[in-house]
């Protein structure tokens, strides 16, 4: 599926233009046309918690800090953007805490671009339960961006667990 996704994000990218929406984009332009949530099937989500530069953890659904896009990138791999639309959070995505390339607790890291990230914030999405959500594994760190045990509010978020977690996609317009 990794390969599938390298090989053909151009043309899921034309169809997904031509169908109305943007779900894996090519350029940061066209990554800010649709923002999403990613919760896991616990309906625990992805949360900036606090903003840009902080950590990542599980969060309620609906809340400020929540939004995210996948973005394709230069290297042809992709990161984990965070847009807020009340925020000027326009270079920050997901990586390793105080960008560390020793520490996988996942947090908010300034200087995504396309010619440069930070430690961590490469992944490979993978389309999980029927196409409804991504597992997301870390290319520094070798496994699945994903919650510590036991999950719940406020639970803190790695770049590096063995078992993938299946991120649902609930769009925001």
């Known amino acids: 599926m990794r390969r599938f996704l390298r090989r053909f994000a151009p043309i899921l990218l034309t169809l997904a233009i031509i169908g109305g929406g943007v779900v894996l984009a090519e350029s940061p332009a066209?990554?800010?046309?649709?923002t999403y949530e990613y919760c896991n099937t616990s309906n625990w989500c992805l949360n900036a918690w606090g903003g840009g530069g902080s950590y990542v953890n599980e969060y309620d659904?609906?809340?400020?800090?929540?939004?995210?896009?996948?973005n394709g990138?230069?290297?042809g791999w992709y990161d984990i953007d965070q847009v807020d639309p009340t925020q000027s959070f326009t270079e920050?995505?997901?990586g390793d805490l105080n960008n560390s390339s020793t520490n996988a607790r996942a947090a908010v890291q300034y200087g995504c671009t396309n010619t440069s990230r930070p430690w961590g914030a490469l992944v490979d999405p993978e389309f999980c339960d029927n196409e409804a959500g991504y597992t997301f594994y870390d290319l520094h760190w070798h496994g699945y961006i994903g919650p510590a045990n036991?999950?719940?509010?406020?639970t803190a978020i790695y770049l590096n667990q063995a078992t993938p977690t299946c991120w649902h996609t609930y769009s925001q317009s």
């Open 30 to 34: 066209l990554a800010q046309v649709q």
């Open 61 to 70: 659904a609906n809340v400020v800090n929540d939004y995210f896009n996948i």
């Open 73 to 75: 990138n230069n290297s």
């Open 92 to 94: 920050n995505c997901i």
């Open 150 to 154: 036991p999950q719940g509010r406020g």
